[in-house]
């Protein structure tokens, strides 16, 4: 059951695929953006004010630089990695791969998992977050800052896994947590 012809060399002999999917790559803006696009603009429009009072130098041109990717870069660089994203239900854990690089991110058994939380709107389509988030994953979230996370004192194992923008994502939450039940079980 590999219908991304994805090379699944993580998987372990007697592990076996029950759910695959990926997030939704046009589904870029959450809800973090109704503030984060107000503020993207006025830095925007600091800048370019700067520049047609005083010109142009290095330093202007790289706060420019980084004002532009927050702005706008930011978002296609989340296309692109939601693109290249592959989600793994298995009977032993859940995964996410990078398909672009062939690697995997993160994985979770299910003995690991102490809590699922769960947010789908109106269309189906949600997240799940296989554990407690820290408050600096929570703010993150899915806005495209999260790539740019990495481990440190407050969560030394690196961010909780999470699936962000997937269909059905009831169906999915049920079944994990029928196979977390399952694997607690046995």
């Not at 994985?107 to 709107?121: A, D, L, P, R, T």
């Not at 600096?136 to 440190?152: I, S, V, W």
């Amino acid at each position: 059951m590999n219908q991304y012809n994805e090379n699944i060399n993580w998987l372990q002999p007697d592990e076996k695929i029950v759910w695959q999917g990926r997030p939704l790559a046009t589904r870029i803006f959450t809800k973090n953006d109704l503030y984060l696009i107000p503020i993207n603009i006025f830095f925007i429009w600091s800048v370019l004010n700067t520049y047609l009072n005083y010109g142009l130098d290095l330093i202007l041109a790289m706060f420019f630089v980084l004002v532009f990717y927050l702005a706008i870069g930011r978002y296609i660089h989340k296309y692109f990695k939601k693109k290249d994203t592959i989600y793994y239900i298995t009977d032993k854990r859940v995964v996410i791969i990078d398909d672009r690089h062939k690697k995997m991110l993160q994985e979770m058994e299910y003995s690991k998992i102490k809590k699922i939380e769960k947010s789908i709107g109106k269309n189906g389509i949600g997240n799940l977050t296989f554990g407690t988030p820290t408050t600096l994953q929570m703010f993150q979230g899915d806005t495209g800052f999260e790539a740019y996370r990495r481990p440190n004192w407050s969560e030394p194992s690196g961010p909780t896994p999470a699936f962000y923008g997937i269909e059905d994502c009831e169906t999915v939450y049920q079944l994990v947590c029928e196979l977390k039940n399952t694997s607690i079980n046995t």
